[in-house]
């Protein structure tokens, strides 16, 4: 079980003997006085710069390991910041007030626009982009990825998670929600936005090492990213002016909520498998071995699976309240209030889970609990509630 981390420790030692070892021929013996200076002047000169290079080697990754391990804004209670809990009316909707001797439309932003907005921000201003940065894409000194750790690719993991959710929203708002019965001209500033959420994650301004992406100097991912930020704000301000369109209608909650079920049933089924060590074959009437293990501590990519979907259920947490409110004459009308609220339970339960080191072990194991089977249990909960909402909506 633990020979890959073992070799990999003895190949990192002899990598670190062979740097240090290494030393300039001494001077010869009654060499003349000037030789022996320039020798010495030049084993001093070969040792500072190998100082030199080391001290910049640890402030670059020292940056980068404080970046990986230190979490701005990081807190389930976003929402409340973002949220306007009493709206108007439904996102929007446009309604008519008497005010004096004239008549003024009133039309009310979304909040699953806003919630976009600020998770953009926390990803891309609030933290650095961890993916793309280029200490995490060359690995520990060469030798290692860094998803291979069970520590330093973590906020690298859930950054991937909450932004796998926000491409699934652009996308719904796109081509439904930002449109009427799917038949209008798409909104130009969703569309755009839903671009830019789509850039490939691990580009950084230089990718001289990186075949799959251009050599440079580009526009990294997060500035991409960022770039989606203006574009959703100004949607709102145009939608709160009624000047753009939500289409808060109940087939279109029921389309949404469908999407989004499908997409953490895909995260769901790739927990199991990975946490699944051994599994029953009813041909042979036995257990057999399955695609995942049950390494416990010892399984250093089974974070990377959790973290992801911690991040996309980091990112639901505040997308379903912000659906709540979009939809809020639907939830009303077709009396949803207590299925959504076990949904938003639920949500928040898997997206509060955070263990120190994420464990892969048995379901029943003592020691080495499964992690994975447990976020697997509570997505799979408010999976079952989506549906059910969903089947509600369909009557």
Known sequence: ???????????????????FSWRLPAPEEGGPESFRKTRTAGRV????SLLLIIILFLLWNVSFFWATLVWS???LTYPQQVLRQSGLVS????????????????????????VQAYLLTYLTEDNDWIPSMPQFKIGLLGFASWDATPFFDNKASFQIGVMEAQRRVAV???????????????????????????????????????????FGPVQSTP???????????????RLERCEALFDARADNLYQFLDRVANDIGSTVDQLARRSTGERYDPATDT?????????????????????RASGQMYAYHGIMQAARIDF???IAARDLADVWDRMEQHIAEAAALSPLIVSNGREDGFLMPDHLSIMAENILRARANMTELRDILAR
């Open 1 to 19: 079980m633990l020979d890959p981390l073992i070799a990999w420790i003895k190949r990192l030692w002899r990598g670190f003997i062979a740097l």
């Open 45 to 48: 000169a070969w040792r500072g």
């Open 73 to 75: 804004n990081h807190s």
């Open 91 to 114: 996102a929007g909707e446009a309604v008519t007030t008497e005010g004096g001797t004239q008549e003024t439309r009133t039309c009310d932003r979304s909040q699953i626009v806003a």
């Open 172 to 214: 719904e708002l796109t081509d439904v929600l930002g449109r009427e019965r799917g038949t209008s001209v798409i909104d130009q500033d969703l569309q755009a936005a839903r671009g830019r959420l789509q850039f490939d994650e691990r580009t950084w301004v230089f990718n001289p090492f990186d075949d799959q992406r251009p």
């Open 223 to 237: 500035g991409y990213y960022a770039g989606a930020i203006p574009l959703y704000e100004r949607f709102n301000d």
């Open 287 to 307: 257990f057999v071995d399955a695609e995942g293990n049950d390494r416990g501590w010892f399984d250093f990519r089974a974070d990377n699976l959790f973290m």
């Open 328 to 330: 809020a004459n639907v």
